[in-house]
Nanobody, 116 residues
């Protein structure tokens, strides 16, 4: 059974940093690209970033470029985004998803709230 479990969300002040984690199981993690997708209150899903299977290639939405860094540890089957210089508009539920562009599995999401 494929499982993606996000953790690390919470409340952070504008300008602060947060690191999320996504623990993967039930598939060969190192063989698949992975992505982060978010959903702000009252809005649709927004793709945030993606990383290829080996971790050597990454891509970012313009809204987070230069502030977020996606990475993965294939030995630990874990996906991370390091989120810096957070803004109130980054407030959302963050999901990790298996794949890039098309996603066949999603985690349950973790809430990130950026507020003073």
């Amino acid at each position: 059974e494929v499982q993606l479990v996000e953790s690390g969300g919470g409340l952070v002040q504008p300008g602060g940093s947060l690191r999320l984690s996504c623990a993967a199981s039930g598939f060969t993690f190192s063989s698949y690209a992975m992505s982060w997708v978010r959903q702000a209150p009252g809005k649709g899903l927004e793709w945030v970033s993606a990383i290829n299977s080996g971790g050597g290639s990454t891509s970012y939405a313009d809204s987070v470029k230069g502030r977020f860094t996606i990475s993965r540890d294939n030995a630990k089957n874990t996906l991370y985004p390091q989120m810096n210089s957070l803004k109130p508009e980054d407030t959302a539920v963050y999901y990790c998803a298996k794949g890039f562009g098309e996603y066949d599995y999603w985690g349950q999401g973790t809430q990130v709230t950026v507020s003073s």
